[in-house]
């Protein structure tokens, strides 16, 4: 069973950058694709980017697009999500996700496995 999980919780000031980072553990990560999402207190879980495990090609929700991006170190079965230009509403629990499969990768249901969430204050 793969195991993820998040560290990098942090507060910073509007602005500001935060790197977070997920980590595998248990197994190889050998899945499609691994992925963040975020919730905000009272929202929906939404999708925020992915990473193609191999080949390391990116997507990203509008939202975020040219403030964060996604990196992996497959030798360290690990993650990266850096979080530059942090505005307020960013402020969210950040979940580290991974996917056997290809599909449709905004939706939550796509994903197979979780991590347990970090959380990400930004203020204003």
């Known amino acids: 069973q793969v195991q993820l999980v998040e560290s990098g919780e942090g507060l910073v000031q509007a602005g500001g950058s935060l790197r977070l980072s997920c980590v595998t553990s248990g197994h190889t990560f050998s899945g499609y694709a691994m992925g963040w999402f975020r919730q905000a207190p009272g929202k929906e879980r939404e999708f925020v980017g992915r990473i193609r495990w191999s080949g390391g090609s990116t997507d990203y929700a509008n939202s975020v697009e040219g403030r964060f991006s996604i990196s992996r170190d497959s030798a360290k079965n690990s993650m990266y999500l850096q979080m530059n230009s942090l505005k307020p509403e960013d402020t969210a629990v950040y979940y580290c996700?991974?996917?056997?499969?290809?599909?449709?990768?905004?939706?939550?249901?796509?994903?197979?496995?979780w991590g347990q969430g970090t959380q990400v204050t930004v203020s204003s």
């Open positions: 996700a991974g996917s056997r499969t290809s599909g449709n990768y905004y939706l939550r249901r796509s994903w197979d496995y």
